[in-house]
Structure formats: C-alpha cells, structure tokens
C-alpha cells in the first residue's frame, strides 16, 4: 500500500504563519519534509510571532523565514537560507495572500494595486526565486481561489489576480516539464480560516447555502491536497487546478 513520505525533501510555504499555509505546513511536515514558514515582517511582529508558534509546535525539521513576496532580493535571500539550512529545496507552496475587499465603483488603484502585487506578482517573484534550486521532481503548488471561477462581488481585485494564478500554473508547467518540475494549483472554496472567518455573516451564510456538502471546509482538508500533489502519487499531474470547494457547483 502506497503511502506518502517526503523524508529528506524540504517545502518551502509563503504565508505559512496561519490559516491554509499553517494547515499546509503541519501537513507536509507530518510527512517528513523539512518546512520553512516563510512570513511577512509588520511593524507589530505579529506575523513573525506567528510564524514562531508554528515552528515551536513543529519542532525539529521547521524553520521560520521572513521575506516579502513582492521583493525579489527578500525571496532570493530566503531561498538561499533554506538550502544552506537543509541542504535542498524540493517543494514551493505559494500561498501568501491579502484582501482588499470593495465594489469596483469604490475600489481604489491602491487596493487593486495591492491585491495584484501580493496575490499574483507575488507568485511570480516566489517562482522565479526558487526555480533554480527545484531539481527533477521538483513541485509547485500555486493556492488560487473559488473567486477566481465564480468572481464573488466584491472582489475584482483578488478574482483578477486568482485568475491570473491560475493561467500561470498552466504556463510555468510547460516550461518547467523540460526541467521535470511540476506545477500545479489549489483553488480552495470560503475554508474555516481567520480570512474566512472575517466574511460578513449575511454573506457566509449566503455562501453556504451554494455548497452541497453543506459545511465550509477545515484548513487541513486543502493542505491534505497539496501534500497529493507534492508526492509522488502525483507525478502524472501537472498544469492542473484542483478545485477543493464542496461541490459548490456540482
């Protein structure tokens, strides 16, 4: 019987402090994979704090990073610091993220420009810092979004960039085949996190009524399926978008 284990490969998950990326961390870490917890340094330190936490209930094999995924050289230097930790980069889980929630007639450039900048740009400059150590077998886990299929109202500016996600896993698995690297992506429906949970109720309500399993889905349910695609059982796969939602258009 085929189980998973990823022994001697280290993931390296942007936005890893909490919610999805958190849940994504513990799982491939319960695998085998040194984790680095990659986090965005605020003026409060709470993200680091965060990012702390994660690490300390991990223990040995994890490794919290700060880097900011809109700076190139921030991402370069944290890809250089795991492999001088670990020897070795395997795994990209590109999961950072923000919202900037506003209808399209209220929406500022500021918050259509920092949605993108993060969401999509961010995940561009994560690739693009990481591919030269991912050797063959490598794996790309790009985590897009329902928004980016339904466009919730709201939301042009985090559906835009989730769509973006999307098309560029399909790109960069093209790209990369020659290298035996494999891209894939994730797009979550509303997950149980504090993103989540900060929904207006109306519309959380509103939203449940569409998926047909009735419920919102717990964090660790999406990092389960990005381990699937980190491993082997999954080296047929690539240039895919999971999409992991309840069935909310079954």
């Known amino acids: 019987m085929k189980t998973i284990d990823l022994s001697g490969k280290t993931a390296l998950i942007t936005g890893a402090g909490q ?3 958190r849940a994504t961390a513990q799982t491939l870490h319960a695998a085998g994979a040194n984790t680095v917890i990659n ?3 605020d003026a409060e330190g709470t993200n680091q704090k965060l990012a702390e936490q994660v690490v300390a209930e991990l223990g040995d094999r994890a490794l919290a990073v700060a880097a900011d995924v809109r700076r190139g050289d921030e991402l370069s230097n944290m890809v250089e610091t795991t492999v001088q930790t670990f020897g070795t980069l395997d795994i990209l889980v590109n999961n950072a993220g923000i ?3 506003r209808s399209f007639k209220k929406m500022s450039d500021a918050e259509w420009q920092d949605v993108m900048d993060t969401n999509l ?3 561009f400059n994560s ?3 990481a591919v030269g150590s ?3 077998g490598g794996a790309i ?4 979004s329902l928004s980016a299929v339904t466009g919730f109202f709201g939301q042009a500016n985090y559906a835009s960039a989730k769509a973006g996600v999307m098309t560029l896993t399909k790109v960069l698995s093209k790209e990369l085949a020659r290298s035996k690297i494999r891209v894939n992506a994730v797009a979550p429906g509303v997950v149980d996190t504090e993103m989540g949970q900060s929904i207006p109720e109306e519309n959380r309500k509103a939203m449940l009524a569409n998926v047909p399993l009735g419920r919102f889905a717990e964090p660790h349910e999406i990092g389960d399926v990005v381990l699937f695609l980190c ?3 999954a080296s047929y796969v690539t240039g895919q978008t999971l999409h992991v939602n309840g069935g909310w258009w079954a």
């Open 19 to 21: 919610g999805i990326g």
């Open 39 to 41: 986090y965005f340094e």
């Open 99 to 101: 919202l900037r929630d």
């Open 121 to 123: 740009t961010g995940v």
């Open 127 to 129: 690739c693009k810092a």
């Open 134 to 136: 991912l050797g063959p």
């Open 141 to 144: 886990v790009n985590i897009a």
């Open 231 to 233: 491993s082997d059982m």
